[in-house]
């Protein structure tokens, strides 16, 4: 067996002199290293020296926030919409506790962040200091891993370590506590180490799947008479290659593809095998699809309570195949009959070779007759809505189809809050390439869509940003106009304003009776007034004849633009699945009574879910 | 539903991590966060050179949800190694109790033989009271301190069960051991 190699022993010869510098300049050098250009975050007593350096050095670019928890969410912004590690940097106590929210969104969602936290000196730590916060505890639970530092001496390599874990495997966001004796003292800066995915001593995640299951999962492909693909965020992120050889894989197979609301863009909304988003407001071609296949191959998905519906009633005829980097998503929900771990597009590119070299026959009658059937469902046209044009009301979806028609052909970007309108725009929107679409899914964390404009915004400086965002969501983080003012980030916020909380009203409608309960979004502002007064551009649109030209003044306009769309009000989010049912259960819409059952009459068990 | 998805099974899973601060409040995070079972959770650290630190936990769960638990566990960072003792072939368990039986006269002496039975030595005594020291496997101790109960007042203290697979397979070897181990196990932090 080898002997432990010692990390300077694995460097040496190629390894310069030592280089002695403060903590505060190791964390500079170790971001500059680590190829990190931009930094969200907000100063405070725990994190003095760390911004006394960044001013002295001027290594990396600094964009202040107006909050900490809208550090997170523009650094999950700038790492979704660039595919690299998105970094935060905040001050100890209320700093970090407000970082909480944006960390547990990345968690959920698998975004790499590396958060700074500043902690009050090692001394003092548990003795309740002013700005003191347990954040290592509170963390815990809502990061991929954290570290507290009391030692300058391992400051590089945590540092470089967070890196590594943070991009690494499953991604997700990763906390540094800081305290800020250990940024004064001074310590030996290390290089990142090599090889990191091979070298380290516990964390190397499996990335290259097994070959024998590749090919059973070919095989199977192959033979499937109903076959879809079920595709998710890990395509995503696992780069945007992975996404051509997703689409490839698919359209040499021929089978239908559905995505998740994470998985937008992994495959171009446009084509023909595309059957739409899956799940609660999926199509109904989708869910209907994934109900009566034979052969599910799920990439990058984690078959979460929003897509499985009824979980004893998921997709009962089916061979499942799961594709996963983390082997504890695997038979987590849904038993699975092939689990392959690895990165999704090291998998989609070892089952395209496969394919290619063992050119299996595929069963052309069975699965025409397969999409003949999906053809049929496609023509129930559940997206369809009716629009009367002129004076007329807008429906919120014509907001984002007409949205979508505008700036299809523009370099855009589309974040959203959470609620109705994230549903309407995963719905109405086509993403045709990946890192486009970004939204929070697994956490839902309302005001998420304005910060992370502001990330994405920060990365892209040419192209278009939009945050579809609803009324009620956009004031949870408005503050961060103040940081598209001070930086000129020409986000355009596109506000579905129907004065409710309009997600959970439809549920109040749904399954309590129509008693809206604190779901009406009473003392708006002014948000033309609003956007003035951050030096931006304030836009309305009332009725469906001036909405074309409000979306148009809107992208024209080369500053920040909130566009206040106000749309018809009492109008629900459908298809929809209701909680506790199965996926063919779908409502179609306000009239439809389902298949299981008259609308709303909601089981036991669906009642309890959210 | 399947039988086999309901049947609740109990589990012995071993876990090496880095003995490092937090780790074991991240373990015990997780099973609490997640509605896992915990009946009983030893640590102690086995390897000072390389720092590392050997869980055992026994768990209880449909075979799902054990198979979860490794799973998650085998995902934590600073985790090395996880190995079910109750699957990978049999093994052996063992927890060690310190039993305090205080009473007088007949009694007293009925306690001396059974102690004396169940292998069990006393290692304290007064004129009122004997302390016990027991090893053996949890459903033998459990034995010993309703018998003593019945014979006076009775105060216990246990490890939880420490466990290891039988023969001569090493699968969390002592970095240090002259048969060394498969994996270099070098944390740098």
């Known amino acids: 067996m080898a002997q432990p190699k010692k990390p300077s022993a694995r460097k040496s010869g190629t390894k310069p002199a030592a280089q002695r510098m403060s903590g505060a300049a190791i964390i500079m050098k170790a971001l500059q290293d680590q190829g990190v250009e931009v930094v969200f975050g907000y100063p405070g007593g725990a994190v003095l020296p760390i911004y006394d350096e960044l001013f002295k050095t001027n290594a990396v670019r600094h964009i202040l926030v107006r909050q900490e928890g809208g550090a997170v969410h523009a650094a999950e912004g700038y790492a979704r919409s660039t595919g690299k590690v998105g970094v935060v940097l905040v001050t100890s106590g209320p700093g970090a ?3 909480v929210t944006g960390l547990t969104d990345a968690l959920m969602d698998s975004i790499p962040i590396v958060c700074l936290t500043g902690q009050v000196a090692t001394h003092l730590i548990g003795n309740d200091a002013f700005q003191e916060a347990d954040t290592t505890g509170i963390t815990r639970p809502c990061t991929k891993h954290n570290y507290l530092v009391k030692d300058v001496e391992d400051l590089a390599d945590v540092m470089h370590e967070a890196f590594y874990v943070a991009a690494n495997g499953r991604p997700g966001p990763v906390v540094i506590d800081l305290p800020k004796d250990v940024q004064f003292a001074e310590g030996t800066y290390k290089e990142p180490a090599e090889n990191l995915e091979t070298e380290h001593s516990s964390y190397r995640p499996r990335t290259e799947p097994d070959a024998a299951s590749i090919e059973e999962a070919v095989r199977l492909i192959a033979k499937a008479k109903r076959p879809i693909f079920y595709g998710g965020g890990g395509i995503i992120n696992a780069g945007p290659d992975a996404s051509k050889k997703f689409t490839e894989l698919a359209r040499v197979t021929g089978a239908p593809v559905t995505l998740t609301l994470m998985g937008l863009g ?18 109904y071609e989708a869910n209907m699809a994934m109900h009566g296949c034979d ?11 929003r897509i499985t519906g009824r979980l004893d009633a998921f997709s009962p005829d089916s061979t499942k195949i799961h594709v996963d980097i983390d082997p504890s998503s695997i038979n987590k929900n849904v038993a699975v009959d092939l689990p392959i771990i690895g990165d999704a597009g090291k998998v989609a590119t070892a089952m395209l070779k496969s394919w290619r070299k063992l050119k299996p026959r595929r069963d052309k009658k069975a699965q025409d007759a397969w999409w003949d059937q999906i053809e049929g469902w496609r023509k129930r046209d559940c997206l369809a809505y009716s629009q009367t044009k002129g004076k007329q009301p807008i429906k919120p979806q014509h907001a984002i189809k007409r949205l979508y028609e505008i700036i299809k052909d523009k370099d855009h970007y589309v974040t959203t809050e959470v609620g109705q309108h994230q549903m309407w725009a995963a719905q109405y929107f086509q993403f045709e390439e990946p890192n486009r679409w970004m ?7 309302m005001g998420y869509g304005l910060p992370a404009a502001v990330g994405a915004q920060i990365a892209h400086p040419e192209s278009l940003v939009v945050d579809i965002s609803g009324e009620a969501s956009f004031l949870m983080n408005m503050q961060e106009l103040g940081t598209m003012a001070q930086y000129r980030l020409p986000v355009k916020v596109f506000i579905l304003n129907n004065e409710w909380m309009g997600m959970v009203r439809q549920w109040q409608e749904l399954i309590h009776g129509g ?35 409000i979306i148009n003044q809107m992208i024209d306009h080369p500053g920040p633009v909130i566009a206040d769309i106000r749309v018809v009000k009492d109008e629900s989010c459908y298809p929809m699945i209701p909680s506790g049912a199965a996926h063919y259960e779908m409502l179609l819409g306000p009239e439809d009574e389902g298949s299981g059952g008259p609308r709303g009459a909601a089981s036991a068990a669906g009642l309890a879910l959210v | 539903m399947n039988p086999k998805e309901t049947t609740i099974e109990r589990h012995v899973i071993g876990i090496l991590v880095s003995n490092e601060p937090g ?10 966060g997640r509605g896992y079972n915990i009946e009983s959770l030893t640590v102690s650290e086995v390897d000072d050179r390389e720092n590392l630190s050997r869980i055992t936990i026994v768990t209880t769960g449909t075979p799902m949800v054990i198979e979860q638990i490794k799973a998650q566990l085998a995902r934590l960072v600073p985790v090395y190694d996880v190995h079910d003792l109750t699957t990978e072939g049999s093994h052996l368990e063992r927890e060690l109790a310190l039993i305090k039986v205080a009473n007088t006269g007949e009694d007293r002496i009925e306690a001396l033989r059974i102690a004396d039975m169940f292998r069990a030595r006393a290692i304290d005594s007064t004129l009122e009271s004997f302390i016990f020291e027991m090893t053996g496997s949890t459903r033998k101790i459990d034995a010993f301190v309703d018998l ?9 203290s246990r490890t939880g069960v420490v466990g290891i697979a039988r023969g001569s397979r090493l699968d969390m070897p002592m970095s240090r051991s002259k048969v060394a181990g498969k994996k270099t196990r070098k944390r740098k932090i």
């Open chain 1, 97 to 99: 506790t407000n970082a």
């Open chain 1, 266 to 283: 992994a495959f171009p909304a446009s084509d023909k095998q595309f059957v739409g988003m899956l799940g609660m407001h999926g199509t």
């Open chain 1, 295 to 305: 052969l599910m191959v799920c990439l990058g998905a984690r078959f979460d309570d």
């Open chain 1, 439 to 445: 939204t929070s899914g697994g956490l839902g964390t």
């Open chain 1, 515 to 549: 008693r809206y309960s604190e779901t009406y979004s009473e003392g708006l502002p002014d948000f033309v007034k609003l956007a003035e007064c951050f030096g931006g551009k304030g836009l309305r649109a009332e009725h469906a004849g001036e909405l074309d030209d």
């Open chain 2, 23 to 32: 780790v074991l409040a991240r373990v015990i995070g997780l099973f609490s």
């Open chain 2, 148 to 156: 003593m109960a019945a014979l006076g007042g009775v105060e216990v």
